[in-house]
């Protein structure tokens, strides 16, 4: 990215969160769990933590969600939830026949304190009918990290509890490798990915895959647990693969964690859209596979330069203000200016070596209504669904990015990962800044330019004063 | 026990709940909240339905003291509509952080509450109180009676937490809230002998301004709709209404019968959703106005209103009869009475097969047999593999049921309609039966079904793929 000044991160003063942009830590951790085969994922608290994430996911993926709680009680609560992880174990057994049961802590319970990893082992000898039924525990507590934490946070403890350890020089497969996702790709991302993969002639093994799971197909029966998602044995031999490629700065811990295990090493993409990323994304499976760049890849990179001279008329000079998880926020940010935009206003949700780097003087770890007011000035707002509003009384265009996106259609279809998607995305940005371009009249003849050029000097002036009233993380 | 225990206790002990009376005493003990089941539990906390229940007042903040999962994953997400103020689509929380549990929320709270007045300035603030400041002991009752001293305008503590049990209960103890700090704390600028008040209706998708116009031409006035579309001066000056009805089951008994006790106010319990439903709930309103001191030719103008809305609404679903005479519906519903919609689906020549009675009292259960015959399949608690069995066996056309079971008939490749609180479209009064019948209509006629349904090309015996086509396609191109 050309932004070579570092960005400053800064947390508001403010006491009161409005308009979350936020999600929780175990809703994230829920949904990696939803890209294991046959799991069912499940929150340890108040049956109401449940309950909300899973409407949130329902209205998101416009799909039936598995997900499970250990309905904690106040005064479960109160003495430790033993018999609620037990009982809610026993019954997910019974109802629903899973080859993983994956549990996510809450905010309830982690105040209380319980030892989960405890409760398991306890169940685990009380039990030994359940022997086949795998149990993976991630700790994340509502009141610390976000979203795409938990999602990170469970990919690792995924490898860590299921992926055996693998004796130095042990035989590799030269043709496999293992792909660690972040929440910000989508089902149809993952598909767009495998299918790159495999045209190189390399089998690749998606964690977590969402993929099979929700990407909208119509099963031959119901079935209360994931469909489709990564198995349990492809998670135990992800070792074998040649080599690991990790999508999104929040799979780095995944995949240290897979490579302190198993000596497989790793390659970190921390972008997906626009030309340089997927160059080396193009690099990486030609080297690994020791293949040529397949004739079809060859022409969607032409189109994609193509359409970034098209476009780059319609991106030169917009401000634009995007709130998003640090990883989505990368991306978006890093394409966008790519074109000549600028980011007028950055808003995520969580800590990441990312935001210093991004091309802007403040990232905000903030909400909505701190994005709202720093994109008075912009020509377009980046954020999920619930920046509507905001949209609305902002009059801008808005494009929605992230989870989650309840008022569109085909969440888990929009596709932002190689040349063809990035050529996509910059038709349908660019749309957008023609539909809302003002015709000319007599009266604006000479303003135009000028004000623009006002306008973006009031905005660095306002940002540096309101620096001036937030601490510095 | 603590205050919130006692009011819990109190709330079970719902002298009006038909339910409630049917029992024994060391049963009314328990509550009437069965003990979930751990792994196998569906539905929304205590927080959830006390915001359910007092969100769509408008005008004022809600504010949510917690960590972020109880609003961040929620908010701006339920149909409630307004016809003014947008404040209460704005998501508030204290979003409590690990410090804030180490050394307590108090203090983040009493800042949020000032940030909210200096930015937004509405007529009050509800605080709800969740599970982790309960659980580390935040007293939100001081801290909120502090700020409207400091402040001089209402906040309102919603006491609450997920975990003291399910969203019914939240629903009532919202109810106590505003029974405790609102109704009764400020005066209508005049009364008339038409006042109402309308307790448990939410406006979801509007349905409160289908019904609105036709009390509007009676000179009825609703001084307090408990919370549909409400503003904060209206709840407070509720006590004032003459008669009140109560909508939406069991959902705020609690206030009607406490309203009675307190100011005198008589209720009934009515329903806008069918046809009869609604006109049997216009004349109640009527009768107790009439009761109450209004002149008596009111009646006579209910009946006019009621003859004219009828025969519009029975020439409006006519045309439908025909297209649906016969068609099998399976109604799942919680919160909605059953009997009352299943009235109104049979006035269109639906069929039930089945209809979901989880939340139903002993009286509704006999009006269902009433309305469906003995042989009446009234579902408890159906598995979704059951539900998806008995659409995919097509032992029923159409499923009616709420957003979060809507894929258990997509999957099975059978219609199905959203009858809960994300739906879009408004059913209550005459008009909203009429528009029922005609999504049911769409949705039962939609050419999707057997589209959804054709095998594709290559699930077909090979023998019959290759079928009439001609026989030597390929040589007789290169012939020529």
Redesign the interface.
Known sequence: MRGAAMATVLKPKKACTVNPLKMSQPMGGAMAMMGVANCMPVLHGSQGCTSFGLVLLVRHFREAIPLQTTAMSEVATVLGGFDNVEQAVLNIVKRAKPAIIGICSTGVTETKGDDVEGFIQLIRTRHPELSDVEIVYVSTPDFKDAFQDGWGKTGAKLIHDLTPERPAGAPRDPDRINVLVGCHLTPGDIDELRNMIEDFGLSPVFLPDLSGSLDGHIPDDFTPTTLGGTSLNEIATLGNAAVTLAIGEQMRLAAETLEKKTGTPFVLLDRMTGLAPNDDLMTFLARTSRREVPAKYRKQRGQLVDAMLDGHFFFGGKRIAIGAEPDLLWNMAGWMTDLGAVIGAAVTTTESPLLEKLPIETVLIGDLEDLEGAAKDCDLLVTHSHGRQAAERLHIPFFRAGVPMFDRLGAGHETSIGYRASRNLIFEIGNLFIASAHEPDPGSWRTEAIESGIKAHAARHETSNETAGMEAL | MTSLANTVQEVFNEPACAKNQAKSEKERKKGCTK??????????????GAKIALQPITDVAH?VH????????????RGAKSSGS?LY??????????T??VFGGE???F??????ID?YDPPAIFVYQT??P???GDDIGAVCKAAAEKFGKPIIPVIS??????KNLGNKLAGEAILEHVIGTMEPEYTTPYDINIIGEYNLAGELWQVKPLLDELGIRILSCISGDGKYKEVAWSHRARAAMMVCSKAMINVARKMEERYEIPFFEGSFYGIEDTSDSLREIARLLIERGAPAELMERTEVVIAREEALAWKGIEPYKPRLAGKRVLLITGGVKSWSVVAALQEAGLELVGTSVKKSTKEDKEKIKELMGQDAHMIDDM???EM??ML?DARADIMLSG??SQ??SL???MPWLDINQ?RHHAYAGYVGMVELVREIDKALHNPVWEQ?RRAAPWETKPSEMFENCEPDLPSAIAAE
């Open positions: 003990q979930l089941a751990p792994g196998a539990a569906a539905g929304g906390c205590a927080f959830d504010l917690g960590p972020i999962a109880c609003e961040g994953n929620s908010w701006d997400n947008q689509r704005t998501g508030f929380t204290t979003d409590i952080n690990e804030d549990i203090k983040r709270l800042k949020s509450i000032k940030e909210i930015k599970c982790v309960a659980m580390i937490p997920g975990f003291v049990g399910p598995t979704p593999r998806y069995r995919k957003g979060r894929f258990i999957k099975a490749k994300e959804a």
